[in-house]
């Protein structure tokens, strides 16, 4: 028996599912790459990547060695591409458990070569093009002697070739439209290049309907966890995909205060009147960020109500006015209730920060509930 807590995060498959169809549909021919790094973007590492293998996702992509090797030993059996750069000592897991990786530079080529020589092994690699994100990868000018030192040795195949966009979200930006010149002047030098999977895009190249991104393969991540805005997808093709998220909790406390009373570490904040405060168990612990404190918002009983004093690591107090409050009562701290929401983009405004970071922070405390 898993032990209550009463703070989880519902993860809606259906929706999800809907998401996956939708972005299938629209990419066509072009095999579809799901992102599952960093726990699926805090959704679950293992869920998610199971139901994109029911729902007809063609590759799985991740961070490291250790995401994948986690996936694998969980019977994930769909192709899986480890993004980041590699370490040395995560080639023989990278082999053992059947994960194609990345190379992005010779340096790396030669570590596996030597690794495949010494193992007897041939292996699968993609090779990684910096066209302008200046994070990994060859530079273009360079790239060919990547590519020609892997093509002349047969303990390598070149299942694809990939770059990464830096300002995909931006419309008519000239840094993409660089990025992708170098990355087309490749694909046509590459004449055999039907059996290599090309791939750039992300969730901002689709979004943009940048098709001519789309190559033999697309990776966006944050669109099918519906991690964008749904103002951007309006009337498109796009336009069924929404959030999956719902992070709730029940209060646990609930009192009234008099004038003046401070609530929490601090007493930043100072009640003017007599209120009732909720006390609600999730706080930064949890992930639910500390720096939200007297700027976030709660939904109960589909209305919203203010996060006052500072959130504790376990907690976190809200201002009922007068309303009643009862101990038991569901609060939605991310999400909908009725006809509110709360969105990760509303977070992340508060926050100055990017909603997958506020997908990322919550932690393992918060049981993961698949709905
Ligand atoms: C995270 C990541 C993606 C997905 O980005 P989104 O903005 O979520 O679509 C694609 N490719 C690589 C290499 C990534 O690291």
Request: proline content about 4%; overall charge neutral; aromatic content about 8%.
């Amino acid at each position: 028996m898993v032990p209550y807590y009463p703070t989880w995060m519902e993860v809606n498959l259906h929706q999800f599912a809907e998401n996956l169809r939708t972005i299938k549909l629209y990419l066509g021919s072009t095999l579809f790459c799901l992102p599952v790094k960093a726990n699926a973007y805090g959704m679950g590492l293992l869920s998610m990547s199971q139901a994109a293998q029911k729902n007809g996702v063609e590759y799985l992509g991740v961070s490291s060695c250790q995401e994948g090797v986690l996936l694998r030993k969980s019977g994930i059996h769909i192709p899986i591409l480890v993004f980041g750069a590699l370490h040395e000592p995560e080639i023989a897991s990278l082999l053992a458990y059947d994960l194609e990786f990345t190379i992005s530079s010779i340096f790396k080529a030669q570590q596996v070569h030597a690794h495949l020589q010494r193992m007897g092994k041939s292996c699968a690699v993609h090779l990684e093009v910096d066209t302008g994100m200046q994070r990994t990868g060859m530079q273009p000018h360079t790239f060919w002697d990547l590519y020609e030192f892997v093509k002349s040795q047969s303990c390598f195949v070149i299942k694809g070739i990939s770059s990464h966009f830096a300002n995909s979200e931006e419309a008519n930006s000239t840094v993409t439209q660089h990025q992708l010149a170098h990355f087309d002047s490749i694909r046509r030098r590459i004449l055999d290049s039907e059996s290599i999977l090309f791939h750039i895009a992300n969730s901002g190249a689709l979004m943009l309907g940048a098709s001519h991104t789309f190559c033999q393969m697309s990776r966006p991540g944050g669109l099918a966890f519906g991690l964008v805005e749904p103002a951007a997808l309006e009337k498109g093709p796009l336009r069924s995909i929404r959030p999956l998220v719902t992070v709730k909790s029940r209060i646990s406390f609930v009192k009234t205060v008099p004038a003046g009373a401070g609530v929490s570490y601090g007493h930043t904040y100072v009640a003017s009147q007599e209120v009732r405060i909720a006390t609600v168990p999730i706080g930064y612990g949890d992930g639910y960020r500390r720096g939200l404190s007297n700027r976030g918002h709660v939904l109960i009983r589909g209305a919203r109500y203010p996060i006052v004093g500072n959130i504790c690591m376990d907690q976190l107090m809200v201002d009922m006015g007068d309303a009643p409050a009862y101990v038991g009562e569901e609060v939605v701290l991310l999400g909908q209730q009725g006809a509110e929401e709360i969105s990760a983009f509303e977070l992340a405004h508060l926050l100055d920060t990017h909603p997958y970071e506020i997908l990322c922070a919550f932690t393992e405390r918060v049981p993961r509930v698949y709905v």
